[in-house]
């Protein structure tokens, strides 16, 4: 399915393949040819990949590998800036904007498929400022437009790579990653509301510790702590919508051992406390 957008662009000419506007968020599993980048410029929304689940917020970037497939679930009525930049045609873009390495690691899937930015990130106000511009530039068609658009993809491609956001990653390395990261993950979907920790699940998988910390940094942009209470507070919200039960035992259950914890946590996580996002 492609990508639907309001308000677009067109594409400034064949070869500049850059595409602007605000993104419709649906219940349909997307993938399109073009790499994306968005700015979530109000509300928020559940984007979902085939190894994540994460939460976007107000503020939040998030860049889409090509063909990747993907959800962008509506949380609280999400308007996203857009920038796209299409691959269909590789030898234009090649020419005007990335290596060849790179572009075959992104049309084939080599590469990391997503990355999130958020505001405390240190490439943060870089990256909104590229996009803001390329949106500005691309809707006023000033003069020499495309110079500045030019240079601004160029950059922000550049803080994708230089800050580890998304790397290339070998064919049979990837494939040995991947499998040893679905062990892992399918441990902690059966466990996360248990007291799980990271050496429980290094043992019970037979993967050291330290793998499994750089498994999650690397192919997930987040951390082992990060991934279970990101489960704990999901399977705590669904809880809080669908249960009558007190809160003290949705946290309980969704394996929190502190009611102070869980409200903290939950609160960070979706701004609202739990009993606040129960009655909303």
């Known amino acids: 399915m492609s990508i639907e957008l309001l308000n677009a662009t067109s594409a400034s000419n064949s070869a500049f393949r850059v595409v602007c506007g605000e993104l419709v968020a649906t219940q349909s599993t997307l993938s399109h040819s073009e790499a994306l980048f968005g700015y979530v410029r109000s509300g928020s929304a559940t984007l979902e990949t085939i ?12 860049f889409i590998s090509p063909n990747t497939k993907y959800k962008l679930t509506n949380h609280n009525n999400p308007v996203v800036d857009v920038v796209t930049l299409n691959f269909s045609n590789p030898a234009a873009v090649t020419q005007d904007y990335l290596p060849s ?3 075959r690691a992104l049309i084939n899937g080599n ?15 870089e990256v909104l400022d590229n996009i803001h511009q390329v949106i500005d530039s691309e809707q006023k068609k000033g003069d020499y437009y495309q110079l500045k658009v030019y240079g601004k993809m160029y950059d922000l491609f550049y803080q994708l790579f ?31 509301n248990d007291g799980i920790s990271l050496d429980e699940v290094a043992s ?5 510790r330290y ?12 951390t082992f702590v990060g991934y279970v209470n990101e489960l704990r507070l999901n ?7 669908t249960t009558e039960n007190p809160i003290i035992e949705i946290a309980a259950m969704s394996g929190f051992n502190n009611l102070s914890n869980f409200n903290r946590a939950f609160k960070l ?6 009993s606040a996002y129960r009655k909303n």
């Open 204 to 208: 019970a998988t037979g993967i050291s």
């Open 162 to 192: 230089s800050n580890g956001y998304v790397n290339i990653i070998d064919v049979e390395t990837k494939g040995k990653k991947y499998r040893a990261l679905l062990r892992v993950t399918h441990y902690i979907d059966e466990h996360y």
């Open 101 to 103: 390495s790179i572009i």
């Open 269 to 274: 996580h979706f701004n609202k406390t739990p």
């Open 111 to 125: 590469c990391t498929s997503h990355a999130i930015i958020s505001p405390e990130s240190s490439c943060y106000s």
């Open 51 to 62: 190894d994540h689940l994460k939460n976007i917020k107000q503020g939040d970037i998030y």
């Open 211 to 222: 793998y499994v910390s750089h498994l999650f940094k690397e192919l997930m942009g987040t």
């Open 235 to 241: 399977h705590a919200a669904m809880l809080l919508l």
